[in-house]
């Protein structure tokens, strides 16, 4: 089935996430309450919930995105291209302006959304992140309603799977065993808050995260046998 689908309709995507306050001590009293209750079960005895505040941005209830990176194929010809953008800025703003992308061109029956755990992470992470800032949810996250065969969204990780449910393996551990070339990250996913929020570095976290968008579409080509993408292929508009 993958090798039939168009690349030119799948709109890859990664996003980086961080804690809403830099502090726990910055949360109000009830937010920090229900930070407690939330972590009880994974802190268990480890960690306060002070200290367990660090890992706040892997959930939409207490964190927030600062950007969201796509990359989608174009071809003309024999010509084959590989265009990445980003969002970032205010997170009201990077969500309208990522529904702009979905509306404006990624909105047909025929158009996927993937992602490297994006069923698990990303496609949820952004659509309760919508919800929250009071914005209407586009068609390609609204899943309400939709049969299982009708949802758009691919993940490479489901795919990586093969029917075995419990397996997790990470973007870069996929791209290790199939072969493909390890982009020149100067950081990982547990970094991008101290870069956000101590460093104030948001180029470096686009060009992270929009090498994970290069990296799941480079995956993506190797579980249909295809050639891998080239520097010169990969364009950032």
């Given at each position: 089935?993958?090798?039939?689908?168009?690349?030119?309709?799948?709109?890859?995507?990664?996003?980086?996430?961080?804690?809403?306050?830099?502090?726990?001590?910055?949360?109000?009293?009830?937010?920090?309450?229900?930070?407690?209750?939330?972590?009880?079960?994974?802190?268990?005895?480890?960690?306060?919930?002070?200290?367990?505040?660090?890992?706040?941005?892997?959930?939409?209830?207490?964190?927030?995105?600062?950007?969201?990176?796509?990359?989608?194929?174009?071809?003309?010809?024999?010509?084959?291209?590989?265009?990445?953008?980003?969002?970032?800025?205010?997170?009201?703003?990077?969500?309208?302006?990522?529904?702009?992308?979905?509306?404006?061109?990624?909105?047909?029956?025929?158009?996927?959304?993937c992602a490297h755990n994006g069923k698990e992470f990303d496609f949820p992470y952004?659509?309760?992140?919508?919800?929250?800032?009071?914005?209407?949810?586009?068609?390609?996250?609204?899943?309400?309603?939709?049969?299982?065969?009708?949802?758009?969204?691919?993940?490479?990780?489901?795919?990586?799977?093969?029917?075995?449910?419990?397996?997790?393996?990470?973007?870069?551990?996929?791209?290790?065993?199939?072969?493909?070339?390890?982009?020149?990250?100067?950081?990982?996913?547990?970094?991008?808050?101290?870069?956000?929020?101590?460093?104030?570095?948001?180029?470096?976290?686009?060009?992270?995260?929009?090498?994970?968008?290069?990296?799941?579409?480079?995956?993506?080509?190797?579980?249909?046998?295809?050639?891998?993408?080239?520097?010169?292929?990969?364009?950032?508009v």
């Amino acid at each position: 089935m993958l090798y039939k689908l168009n690349l030119e309709h799948i709109l890859f995507l990664d996003i980086e996430t961080v804690p809403q306050q830099q502090h726990f001590s910055d949360l109000d009293e009830t937010s920090q309450q229900l930070w407690e209750q939330k972590t009880q079960y994974q802190r268990k005895d480890e960690f306060t919930p002070e200290e367990f505040y660090e890992r706040a941005g892997i959930w939409a209830e207490f964190g927030k995105i600062v950007c969201i990176s796509v990359g989608y194929f174009k071809t003309q010809g024999d010509l084959r291209t590989f265009r990445t953008t980003s969002f970032y800025g205010d997170e009201t703003t990077i969500l309208k302006e990522f529904k702009q992308l979905l509306t404006g061109y990624f909105s047909s029956v025929k158009h996927l959304l993937c992602a490297h755990n994006g069923k698990e992470f990303d496609f949820p992470y952004i659509a309760r992140r919508m919800i929250i800032s009071g914005i209407n949810l586009p068609y390609k996250l609204d899943l309400f309603g939709k049969k299982p065969w009708e949802v758009p969204h691919l993940d490479t990780m489901e795919l990586w799977k093969f029917g075995d449910y419990k397996h997790f393996t990470s973007l870069k551990l996929l791209a290790h065993v199939l072969g493909i070339p390890s982009p020149k990250e100067d950081m990982d996913g547990s970094m991008v808050k101290d870069v956000f929020y101590k460093e104030n570095d948001i180029d470096r976290i686009i060009n992270y995260c929009e090498l994970d968008v290069v990296t799941t579409a480079q995956v993506f080509l190797r579980l249909r046998n295809e050639e891998l993408l080239t520097d010169d292929e990969i364009k950032k508009v």
